[in-house]
């Protein structure tokens, strides 16, 4: 029997913090459960139950209409387009929203026409949501009609055409940004900004956007320095380097980033004087990346400050730096690291030594990439190892390809494919065969990926035949190398046919119902940061989370990853970004955005590739924004996570 993992009586009851499901009224009868089971199959396995799922998009009760149409974005087939054109004159706004939001998933250009149209008359809410679709799909009339959004009396729709024209290269596009950025309204002039970073510079867009650079919002200053550096205005170098002393940690952070974009040689002593003294590690760990593009033997006593940083990841980006900067004679400095307590920078420093071309340590290095019993070292071991053009290095990289550890066997084939060793293409082809356990799927990518470099023309029967594997990924990998091979590949099914011809009908698997708002918090080693659920946009990565959190899964699990003024992750059982829980999840992207800081979303390593590990913006992140599963948001704490470093510790409790 298909059953949800959580009954559903407790959601229509639910009082206090525990907020009830918009889902309510359909989980409160029989027949309205079923209808929210047979949904959530359907999204799971990314099929339309023989075409059902259409019946309830046209058929449906409103709520059901609009459920309907979540679940055909994220199948995000572009031919179902034409199904949900229709819907968008819907008097059910919601529903049309939905379909609105729908159709910029899928793709499919025929719906610029429908959406251009659609725009007369309406509310700004819903032009927004238009304006979002526009962007991603694109084209001449979609450029034309946001750039003219640009001039709309709603301020809400003039910040979201700026957005999206961020997916959309364009002269005309990149002129009407360009007097956006004058906008008296503050998310406009931010997004304009930001949307110019994806354009073809022009003669004026260095100094009108470095006028920004002193503006009153701190948020304007950040995409400023951000767009410039992107760009690579080195004429807006010294002002950037003024901006190293603005008071908000995300301006000096993209600052740093900018300068060291633009290789600029003389901000080494200020980015140094970030390093060593500002109270952020986020700002002192984006000194040092900065440092490290530099490569810039003057950053030496910095550096050497950064390595004693009490942030880990201040620590990892000064090894890194120092490693570049100072190539062989770094050699004593990553020594001394090698003994740092923390397991992230000790990785770290043993990848170091292939960037300071330190070949003399390959056998050190190979001893550790054989025998270390952490495979977090012997990856880092076999990365450094790749870096040295050593012909004896890679003959003893090649029973790697089959080690136990799906992390170091990938790594083992990257390096072949970098050091362009033809005589291991037979044991990347066992490797290949014999990756059968599902998180192997990146040791087969890897060694695609390697035949591939390799141009393995005598094996294009693994090509041909990896272009029927399960997962997507590697399906269009393999095709894509047989067309550069010069190979006709066979015929790949679209996600669709795949998912349709593999579809599940014994509905055994017990999926959860929609859950309405709840409530969690991280126990953080800095403090405990509050955040709040959206079970009912994110059904099936809500439940599994709850599951898990309420397991204990979490239990001194580490931040494993910390990016300046962007992103703080944890979650993965394995420390080191390539561990989940047993099984991945389908993504559940919604119509929520990653438009401010605080924002809880799933981080995977390709479509549909989801599991526990969760991230916190620090920052907008448009761009993750129609990608990246949003869980939920923080609600309180948010100064906590700013304090969370990489390698620190957390557990995660329910609190409703």
Not at 196 to 225: W, Y
Not at 294 to 308: F, I, N, P, V
Not at 418 to 436: E, H, N, Q, S
Request: hydrophobic share 45%; charged share 25%; glycine share 8%.
């Amino acid at each position: 029997m298909f059953t949800f993992m959580i009954g559903a009586a407790l959601l229509v009851t639910a009082t206090g913090t525990h907020a009830a499901s918009r889902y309510a009224p359909l989980l409160a009868s029989t027949a309205g459960q079923d209808t929210l089971r047979s949904l959530a199959l359907w999204e799971d396995q990314r099929v339309t139950g023989d075409g059902a799922l259409f019946v309830y998009l046209t058929e449906g009760s409103p709520l059901v209409q609009v459920r309907a149409a979540e679940v055909i974005g994220r199948l995000q087939d572009p031919a179902d387009a034409p199904r949900l054109i229709p819907f968008i004159p819907s008097k059910n706004r919601p529903l049309a929203r939905e379909a609105i939001f729908a159709l910029g998933q899928l793709g499919n250009k025929e719906a610029v026409a429908p959406l251009i149209k659609a725009r007369t008359g309406a509310v700004p809410d819903d032009v927004r949501v238009v304006a979002e679709a526009l962007g991603k799909l694109g084209g001449e009339d979609a450029i034309n009609t946001l750039t003219d959004m640009l001039r709309d009396f709603a301020a809400g729709v003039r910040a979201e055409a700026a957005l999206a024209l961020a997916r959309c290269k364009d002269p005309g596009a990149a002129n009407a940004l360009l007097l956006s950025i004058y906008d008296p309204d503050v998310n406009v002039a931010r997004n304009a900004i930001y949307s110019l970073e994806k354009q073809d510079i022009l003669p004026r867009t260095c100094s009108a956007v470095a006028e920004f650079l002193e503006n009153g919002d701190a948020g304007v200053r950040a995409a400023a320095a951000h767009t410039l550096g992107v760009l690579k205005c080195v004429e807006t170098s010294d002002a950037l380097v003024h901006c190293l002393n603005d008071e908000d940690t995300g301006v000096v952070v993209n600052s740093c980033f900018a300068l060291g974009q633009m290789n600029a040689k003389h901000a080494v002593d200020p980015l140094g004087h970030v390093l060593e003294s500002h109270k952020s590690p986020h700002a002192r760990a984006a000194a040092a990346m900065a440092l490290e593009q530099l490569a810039d033997k003057g950053a030496r006593d910095a550096l050497m400050q950064g390595l004693m940083d009490p942030s880990v990841m201040v620590r990892i980006h000064s090894i890194r730096a120092m490693a570049v900067a100072g190539g062989t004679k770094s050699e004593m400095f990553i020594d001394q690291v090698r003994g740092d307590g923390n397991r992230l920078v000790r990785a770290e420093a043993i990848e170091c030594y292939g960037r300071a071309g330190l070949g003399k340590r390959a056998k050190e290095l190979t001893k550790i990439a054989q025998d270390d019993k952490d495979p977090m070292m012997r990856v880092a071991a076999i990365h450094s190892l790749a870096q040295f053009k050593d012909a004896s290095i890679p003959p003893q990289l090649v029973p790697m390809l089959l080690d136990p550890d799906f992390t170091v066997a990938g790594a083992a084939a990257e390096a072949m494919g970098t050091l362009k060793y033809g005589a291991a293409v037979p044991r990347l082809v066992d490797a290949y065969y014999m990756a059968g356990e599902r998180e192997f799927v990146d040791v087969e990518l890897a060694t695609l990926g390697a035949l591939a470099d390799l141009n393995a023309v005598e094996v294009d029967s693994v090509f041909v035949q990896a272009v029927s594997h399960p997962d997507v990924r590697v399906r269009t990998l393999a095709s894509e190398t047989l067309v550069k091979m010069g190979k006709t590949p066979p015929a790949m099914q679209t996600p669709r046919q795949f998912a349709e011809a593999n579809f599940d009908r014994s509905r055994k698997k017990a999926l959860g119902p929609p859950l309405g708002i709840r409530h969690a918090v991280i126990k953080a080693d800095k403090g405990d940061v509050q955040i709040e659920l959206y079970g009912d946009d994110a059904i099936q990565t809500v439940t599994h989370f709850i599951d898990w959190t309420q397991k204990g899964f979490y239990k001194k699990l580490t931040t494993h990853r910390v990016e300046p003024n962007f992103v703080v992750q944890g979650g993965d059982p394995r420390g080191d970004g390539n561990g989940d829980a047993g099984i991945t999840l389908p993504g559940e992207v919604c119509q929520r955005r990653y438009d401010t800081a605080g924002y809880v979303g799933i981080a995977d390593s390709g479509m549909d590739t989801g599991s526990c590990q969760w991230f916190i913006t620090l920052s907008p992140t448009p761009r993750l924004s129609g990608r990246y599963t949003i869980i939920g948001k923080v609600t309180k704490g948010m100064e906590n996570v700013w304090k969370i470093d990489q390698g620190d510790t957390f557990d995660m409790k329910m609190l409703d």
